[in-house]
């Protein structure tokens, strides 16, 4: 007699593995049905535990294919024994490595929109884009995308990825966006019009970032509006970035779009 396996589902309907990922403390991830992201601080029988940069604690399932690591769909599994420690982590929420070089740069970059977008991804990921050998550089503007990669010769060796400020549809970045994405070319965005509107509100003592008409400039319609100085931007920039101290002070539409990049060019 044959025996035929009971499972007649069609392989390319079947869902491809995902790794599981031991739910330490610390680690942070995303939860993929509601977006919460925070930092695991329980894992029990069945179920995690994780705080958000507000500390708002919420519970989930330990289910197949449930959270986001670095942008990747995991399994959260419980850890086969307790840390004693909670290890250090680095700005981003990763492990750190004490003593750890910096590894020679590759050949792929990281390209942001501007000196204020280079200095926060600096202040938030730094270490990590130095163990990676990562270097991140700067556009003044994405006008100049197309010709940047043309003259950066992209490969599957040296791999670019950018950030875009307001990457909406329908938006002159989004047409730009479109000329440039390859295989060996990421282009990822966020919604805000600057990126100061990713530190969040409550990490600078604001209710909300205030809106500011169409036609005027964003930063100083932003100064005048919360009572800041409006004739130097740049010093009022310098002001906010001291008050970013890890993730946690950033809102997560720039959080999973910064770990995305950092993934892209330095898988092989």
Request: a negative charge.
């Amino acid at each position: 007699m044959r025996s035929y396996n009971p499972d007649l589902t069609p392989p390319w309907k079947k869902p491809k593995p995902v790794p599981e990922v031991p739910a330490d403390p610390d680690l942070v991830v995303e939860e993929v049905g509601t977006g919460f992201c925070g930092a695991v601080i329980r894992c029990e029988a069945g179920t995690v535990t994780l705080e958000d940069r507000f500390g708002k604690h919420r519970v989930f399932p330990l289910e197949p294919r449930g959270f986001l690591l670095e942008g990747k769909v995991v399994t959260l599994v419980r850890p086969v024994a307790a840390s004693v420690s909670r290890p250090t982590r680095t700005a981003s929420g990763s492990v750190a490595v004490p003593g750890a070089r910096a590894r020679v740069a590759r050949a792929g970059r990281i390209y942001v929109e501007g000196r204020h977008d280079a200095e926060l991804v600096e202040r938030v990921w730094g270490d990590d884009l130095r163990i990676e050998g990562v270097v991140v550089e700067y556009l003044e503007g994405v006008d100049d995308l197309p010709a940047i990669v043309a003259e950066f010769g992209p490969g599957p060796d040296a791999r670019l990825g950018v950030l875009v400020d307001h990457l909406v549809p329908g938006s002159k970045e989004s047409r730009i966006a479109a000329q440039v994405t390859s295989p060996d070319v990421l282009v990822v965005g966020h919604p805000y019009i600057d990126v100061w509107e990713a530190v969040k509100p409550s990490s600078l003592g604001i209710p909300a970032w205030p809106t500011v008409p169409r036609g005027q400039d964003w930063k100083t319609g932003v100064c005048r509006a919360l009572g800041w100085p409006s004739d130097n931007t740049g010093a009022v920039w310098q002001a906010i970035l001291k008050r970013v101290t890890s993730y946690k002070d950033l809102e997560p539409e720039l959080l999973g779009r910064v770990e995305e990049l950092i993934d892209f060019v330095t898988t092989p």
